[in-house]
């Protein structure tokens, strides 16, 4: 598959459909937070501006960035467009493997792995068997999808449970990935797979994201077709919905197992 980061020029009329498909999506999903572009480029002359944020100050291992994590990113493009250099990304180790930013020897070195490791929360063997952008970006730019200025790499939702059912009936090859939720990047964009992650802890807790809430990674190759199947599978979804309405309605709403709030 063609790495997306091979073209430079992504500033092209097809812009105007991933906007489109953003209200798409968020209409028929019912989606609260906005989806969000992220693109990922062989260059870092965007134009599109950086945070005005200052790096941490260096670990003891060198780890240094402009946020905790890069899935702290992801919060932040719900609301404005913006690029990233490979620093930026530089305090989890983890998701600088994830996203092709370090190699996994070098991030076996740092204390942030170490940690997780002796947690055992994860190991190195599980770790390389993790899918990974292979070539490592310059710039990545994140934003929300309704406003891209670029044509994006991948699409990223944030789903609560009905919301992950209407997308597995859309589309049934789903993959659905545990820790680390970063990873699932990777997937969209390398393997050209739709992938959802249960989430991390590490993200969890670096993001602020609900407990309610899982990522849904789409390559943006695919999200055209990925609608259409939501528009079929939300038609079906509809049909049954008034089916079981009106069968419920033969029995007691105390018979109906229907919660009362």
Known sequence: MANDSDTNDR?????????EQA???????GLAVPPIAI???DHNETGIPRLPLSPSEPTADGRSGMVPAGCVFWVMATTKTFSTIPEDHGN???GSVTHGLIGLAEAATKADVQAVCEAGWVTLAAMQGITVV???PESIVYGPLAETPLVPSVVLMRLH?????????AWPSMRLEGKPQCHIIAIAHEGGEVAMSVGCMLSRVRTGMSNNEVTCAVPA?????VIEQLEVARSADLLVA????????????????????
């Open 134 to 136: 292979k070539s490592r």
């Open 242 to 261: 008034r089916y079981a309405a009106h069968d419920a309605k033969r029995f007691p709403r105390e018979a109906r197992g229907i919660e009362s709030h």
């Open 11 to 19: 500033t092209v009329p097809a812009v105007e459909q991933f906007r």
């Open 221 to 225: 190759s695919l999200l055209g077709q």
């Open 39 to 41: 693109t990922f480029l």
């Open 161 to 169: 449970g009905k919301q992950q059912m209407m997308l597995h009936d």
């Open 92 to 94: 989890c180790s983890v």
């Open 23 to 29: 209200a798409e999506l968020t209409e028929l999903l």
